[in-house]
């Protein structure tokens, strides 16, 4: 596999991925779902709605942007990961829906190189989601008066992006479950396993050092979770990004 | 330009559960020559062509491509490679012009060539009405043309189409026949499959009949009435199967 190689796939995927407009169908939905979300339950909980309330937990009463954030963070461990790794088996299952990963055999460009090819684009929109949704909140925020009633608490925002971009490492597999199940559908099932072993786990406080589990943790539970934890999180996407790699070498068309 | 065969098996054989699959299948494919495949649906001719191409793991025997080993074809020699087994590659959110661009990055053309390949390859297949316009929009015989033209755009030595006149109509039939004659012309080694026996008889230098996964004879291209030789071929491998079996 050379660089050369994984040049080529990643502008081809990059082409792909931008002409189809699944990725920025799925930055709006998740971007515009979330910011709609939250100020709705903010605004519930400050007119006393006992159910968002209780759906909040310890987040519900906390002022300004870290009340904000945190609601924010809720919604998108969940969420994100359902998009990134819808996104993400599209990416890799479309090719066996739709009959094309046949022309991307005998090709100079190596199959790994094309299975890292997109990753590469699919963490790279992430980033780019990531941003997106952090401007969204800053806006949301502002808005509803925190930058002068609360200046300080400002930095709070920094635990969006952190969050997005962990929770499309943790949806990595789904690309692999993709590719190893030749469609779309076996990536989805394994997005909704991850989205489940992700959320009961935090919700039962265990696993912080689950690197599916930690982000969610995080986002309900800061202190919970340590920095090491965290920092532990990149492994899925290599060890699975990896797989994605090997079985996309000893593919076959046998079934 | 070496002239190499473009394509060798030797003693090819992968076998499905079932028994479907190919059962020790030597094939050449000399340069400049263009070899047919025929037979029945389910006689072994996709099996074949995906063994030739690395898109199956042969259960015994072995492939070259351009003299290299399948196995170790490096970027260099699947560069002189062009197939369409199936699926052409015509991604629905991509223009037709875009598909080709695409086609002719994965085959190994620099940014340097590109325009000029797909320039040609537009003019050769007859897509300027098409290619500002998405795959998903093409009826299945310019989707097939695209497919085509992308995977002949990088003037490919060694040449692999299975049913390549699907969809289309008998414009691009001609323009399919035009364009195989002319790259045989220039040095190509050429594999196709068909069920059109005329049109095969109108390309091929060599057919070559498959049946159960078997190579049972072959063709005279300038032979009279092809179907019925074709047919008594077939016929009689099914008959002497029978009776051994």
Known sequence: ?255 | MSAAPRFEARGLARTFRGGAGVHGIDLDVAAGEIHALVGLNGAGKTTLMRLLLGMLRPDAGAVRVCGVDVNRADAATWARVGQLVEHPLAYAELTGRANLEVAARLHGLGRAQLAAAVDRAVEEFDLGRYADVRASRLSLGNRQRVGLAGALLHEPDAIVLDEPTNGLDPAGVIVLRESLLRRAAAGAGILVSSHHLDEVARVADRITVVNDGRIIGTLDPGGFDLERAFFALVHGDDERRRAAA
Do not use: H, N
Not at chain 1, 84 to 92: D, H, K, M, R
Not at chain 1, 126 to 146: E, Y
């Open chain 1, 1 to 255: 596999m050379s660089a050369a190689g994984i040049r080529v796939a990643v502008a081809v995927e990059a082409r792909k991925a931008i002409a189809s407009r699944v990725m920025a169908s799925t930055t709006v939905l998740l971007v515009v779902g979330v910011g709609v979300l939250a100020l709705g339950m903010l605004l519930a909980a400050a007119s006393g709605d006992e159910q968002v309330l209780a759906k909040l937990g310890p987040l519900a009463g906390v002022p300004g942007w870290a009340g904000l954030v945190g609601i924010v963070l809720q919604i998108t461990a969940a969420a994100g990961v359902l998009a990134f790794g819808v996104a993400l088996s599209w990416t890799f299952g479309r090719e066996f829906a739709d009959g094309t990963v046949a022309a991307l055999f005998a090709l100079p460009v190596s199959r790994p190189a094309i299975a890292l090819g997109k990753l590469v684009v699919y963490l790279a929109w992430s980033v780019a989601v990531a941003v997106a949704l952090t401007g969204v909140v800053a806006i949301v925020g502002f808005a509803m008066g925190f930058g002068a009633t609360d200046a300080a608490g400002v930095g709070a925002l920094a635990r969006i992006p952190v969050l997005v971009v962990l929770s499309a490492l943790i949806a990595v597999p789904a690309g692999w479950v993709a590719t190893i199940g030749r469609g779309l559908l076996p990536g989805i099932a394994a997005t909704v396993g991850i989205i489940v072993v992700a959320q009961v786990s935090a919700i039962a406080d265990v696993g912080a050092w689950v690197p599916f589990v930690a982000p969610a943790l995080w986002a309900i539970a800061p202190d919970a979770v340590p920095a090491a934890a965290l920092l532990v999180v990149p492994t899925v996407p290599l060890a699975f990004g990896a797989l994605c790699a090997f079985a996309w070498s000893r593919l076959q068309l046998d079934r």
